[in-house]
């Protein structure tokens, strides 16, 4: 598997999610959390197939701990990024402390800290970014960032907090609005290191069809279909290879809830390049997807605990 050497580190350009690790998530989701035996022989997988970025988060239930306990068991040498949530907003850089504190003993190193969204980001970005920064040059996280939604937020990003040197954000096949705007590319000038989730759209173009939710999607998800049919690829391998691509990722964030899933999501980075035509053809499916309202229930979904599947 390739890596990516951006800032000093050398990111695996297949970067493991570990919400399936500690909370049910993904409407794709079927087996719900896993025993600690089959997270170890998820995170052993990942390792084997040559995945050496971990993303992880204080609010992802029991996954820090998880993932901790077997990086500190195994010999460590994983890049981890962990995530941090303001829940009181009458002390915001008390909580950064104490969120990181605690982030740093479950997992033992933290390569990585980000804002968890954009509305800590934009209401506390420049009451904690002292801490971020002190936090880098101590030593305790080589990088710091922001984990995010939009393009606005990612404009939001560039332009009142260029100290940021990492963002993750959703993106695929059918939805491409931060390359439309031209952000992506702007990115990859300032050489932030981008980490894309979403590349499924939340297990969306694994399936033939779409969740009663999401019905407004299904003529896109055919058309990609056809895409990836007339180019002898499946929907998976299409989604990856035009992400993966793109100047300017680093990195795809890719959940899984299997052993064996970790090993074909591996097989997918693997995938062909995409011809320009198929690129093109992709691109203007991308732009007529309700992207918009798909992303506005995928944010807004409650997961059932006991399916793992959203309301």
């Not at 990181?100 to 980001?121: C, I, M, P, W």
């Not at 040197?165 to 096949?173: C, D, G, I």
């Not at 690129?279 to 006991?306: C, F, L, N, Q, Y």
Request: glycine share 8%.
């Amino acid at each position: 598997m390739k890596n990516i050497n951006i800032r000093g580190l050398d990111i695996s350009q297949f970067s493991l999610g570990t919400v399936q690790l500690g909370v049910n998530y993904g409407l794709a989701n079927t087996v719900g959390v896993p025993s600690e035996e089959q997270a170890f022989g998820l995170l052993n997988a990942a390792r084997q197939v040559g995945v050496n970025c971990l993303d992880t988060a204080n609010a992802y239930g029991t996954s820090e701990q998880v993932v901790g306990d077997w990086h500190k068991a195994t010999g460590g040498g994983m890049n981890i990024v962990s995530k941090f949530k303001v829940r009181d907003p009458a002390d915001p850089i008390g909580q950064f402390k104490a969120q990181l504190a605690l982030s740093q003993e479950r997992l033992g190193t933290v390569a990585g800290y980000l804002f968890h969204d954009d509305k800590d980001l934009r209401a506390y970005g420049d009451v904690i970014r002292d801490e971020f920064l002190r936090a880098k040059e101590e030593g305790k996280v080589s990088f710091v960032g922001a984990s995010v939604y939009t393009a606005d937020d990612v404009e939001f990003m560039l332009d009142k907090h260029p100290w940021l040197e990492a963002v993750q954000l959703p993106m695929s096949v059918l939805d491409t609005r931060i390359v439309e705007r031209g952000l992506l590319e702007e990115l990859n000038k300032r050489n932030i290191i981008v980490f894309v989730r979403s590349v499924f759209l939340q297990g969306m173009l694994c399936m033939e069809k779409a969740p009663e939710q999401h019905s407004l999607m299904q003529p896109s998800l055919d058309a990609v279909a056809e895409v990836a049919r007339a180019g002898g690829l499946t929907m998976p391998q299409l989604a990856v290879a035009y992400i993966r691509d793109l100047p300017g990722v680093t990195s795809l964030v890719l959940g899984c809830e299997k052993a064996e899933q970790v090993v074909d999501n591996a097989n997918l980075i693997n995938t062909r390049p995409l011809t320009a035509a198929e690129m093109d053809a992709i691109g203007e499916i991308g732009r007529k997807a309700p992207i918009e309202k798909t992303m506005e229930i995928i944010r807004s979904a409650k997961w059932d605990p006991k399916t793992g599947k959203a309301k």
